[in-house]
């Protein structure tokens, strides 16, 4: 049987995909053979026809009184999100934080294992972090080539962020994780996703100040309602 012609699927449904994924993940672990689109919006914190819009864009509609198939529902998100095959990345930097990414046994189990893993540092080069030897960084092109890489994680200062995300352009990669504190240009058609930890300690930051606000406001809470 051919497979259908892909859809193009806006961006705020691609970052909830696998948010559903995971949740129908543990709904399989737990033996639950249906899930309406109702249970899987609460479970995901949106609303059930946002559920509905976002699993059309697969093709897959529930059945009214029966939901959604579980299992079909998992092979159809892995199938869109391209998780039916394994996508090695390679780590520019072996610091503290590559040196977690690395060992992080998770990436394989999903289905992204580490291909390699760079430096300059000659104090890191040649020793061995979750299973894989640190090369220098000037190798990056050929461990790219030989495993056919396209994904690349930077993990150095926001000082040499940028220099890393030329390499792994001019390497071949075509998709970027920044996990640096800095904003990195690449050429048009490259994707980049950057994961800023000191941003969203700022969101949770807002979220806790919030909640100390609410609490003093509160008849009875033992606190004062003002400063």
Request: charged share 20%.
């Amino acid at each position: 049987m051919a497979d259908r012609p892909r859809r193009r699927i806006p961006e705020a449904t691609v970052s909830r995909l696998p948010v559903y994924l995971r949740l129908l993940n543990e709904l399989a672990d737990a033996e639950t053979h249906h899930v309406s689109s109702e249970q899987l919006a609460e479970l995901g914190g949106v609303n059930a026809a946002k559920v509905r819009k976002d699993l059309s864009y697969l093709g897959t509609y529930g059945v009214r009184g029966v939901g959604y198939e579980v299992r079909y529902l998992v092979y159809q998100i892995e199938r869109e999100l391209g998780l039916n095959h394994d996508w090695p990345v390679v780590i520019v930097g072996a610091g503290n934080l590559g040196q977690a990414l690395s060992g992080y046994g998770g990436f394989g189990q999903k289905g992204f294992p580490v291909a390699g893993v760079v430096d300059v540092d000659p104090s890191k080069i040649g020793s061995v972090i979750g299973g894989v030897r640190v090369r220098h960084i000037d190798e990056l092109p050929q461990i790219v080539a030989s495993r056919s890489v396209a994904i690349g994680v930077v993990a150095v200062p926001a000082t040499g962020a940028q220099d890393a995300a030329d390499r792994l352009v001019k390497a071949g990669v075509t998709s970027i994780l920044n996990f640096a504190p800095a904003v990195i240009a690449v050429p048009r058609g490259i994707n980049v996703r950057k994961v800023d930890l000191a941003l969203e300690l700022q969101i949770l930051s807002y979220h806790e100040q919030s909640r100390s606000t609410t609490l003093r406001a509160v008849p009875g809470s033992g606190k004062s309602a003002s400063a």
